[in-house]
């Protein structure tokens, strides 16, 4: 017995038309899309005219577990996932123990798929414990699973070291993703460093800390022909450099978090610092570099919209600004904050453009099989309701994290349906 979609909108990812159709999935695979089909003696969901489209696919969380169970897991993590449309989530290493051997990739994925509701694709990290003083075996943990490498949460510090992993990266064909900081430059900084910083009395992190990295990774990745992605872009330089490498021809990719492209270092000023749940690492910055990541979304300089869901418990987020955590968690809103703020709002780009940043380019990017709506693709797809207007509410939330500034917004294009490799996974 199949899956029969009826009743919905079908968005057509080349010329952004939304078509009546109804669409069939048995198995894994979609089988068949078309303007009607017979029940038969298939499941049937009546989608009631909402918008069919691939499965979002997010390549950067952070699940917490082995380690931080009580922060987060991978059950309640891919559940918040599903419910905000995700279908496929790629998980940070920086757990502990730090995802740095073959039998921790599979504990991942072995736990995802008898817990799970979506797909989890395991980051391995570049250097033993994220010490930044060893490489870590990148061939064995690839062969077990690990979609690239990373040392997110820091950065590598040691230009060798790097361009050591971009080597071997390179001729393993394994995309190395890069948390871009230069921890000198950084300090002990806890937001932007600028005006608003001086004025509440907070050490800031300048924008230099991630494009000076940034820079160096770029010709680290010229001279090795790694392919380089850029975690979580937030300041204008960073930008101009990601736009500069791609002009070269050079394998360049990059990621935007919803919070970098809508909120700036004015939400802390207003409340004086002192909300940690407006702390983050790269932090909210100026109105400049906010419009800048924006525009390197629209014109194709940024691939792909990531959450970076970062989930932390209450207490921790009511220390003081300086002490809390940094992070936020984006998975079950990022859609609809996006789509009511770009798409319907201010109508900045088309609904199919947006999807193809939340599907389309990460499938693409990394070579996953995913973000397509076609007969014989996968059978990961979102159903999103594009009218009704609801509240964030944290209350709601599946994540166990509830930290986030967008609380209390109003936004539409919330999930209604998610679909991960034929079976559902969420309906509201």
Known sequence: MGLLLKGGRVLNLENGELEARDVLVEGRHITRIADSIEADAHEVVDLGGHVVLPGFIDMHVHLRQPG???????????????RGGYTQV????????????????????????????????????????ELGEELTDIKALREAGAVAISDDGVGVQSSSMMREAMRVAASLDVPVVIHSEDEDLAKDGCMNEGVVSKRLGLPGIPGLAESAMIARDILLAQETGAHLHVCHISDAWSVELVRWAKSMGLNVTAEVTPHHLLLTEAIIDATDGADANMKVNPPLRTEADRQACLRGLLDGTIDMIATDH?????????????????????????????????????NLLPLHELVQKFATNPAQVFKLNGGRLAEGALADLTVVDLNTERTINPDEFYSKGRNTPFAGQQVKGWTVLTVNQGRITYQA
Not at 68 to 82: C, D, M, P, R, V
Not at 90 to 111: G, H, Q, S, Y
């Open 68 to 82: 931080f169970e009580g922060k987060e897991t991978i059950a309640t993590g891919s559940q918040a996932a599903a």
């Open 310 to 346: 970062a989930p932390h418990m209450e207490e921790e987020k009511k220390r003081p600004f300086r002490t809390a955590p940094f992070g936020f968690v984006g998975l079950e809103f990022a859609f609809p904050v996006l789509y009511t703020e770009l798409v319907e709002k201010n």
């Open 90 to 129: 790629a998980c940070m290493p920086n757990t502990r123990p730090v995802l740095d051997t073959p039998e921790l990739m599979k504990f991942v994925i072995e736990t995802a798929e008898r817990e799970g509701f979506c797909t989890v694709l395991p980051y391995g990290a570049i250097t033993k414990s």
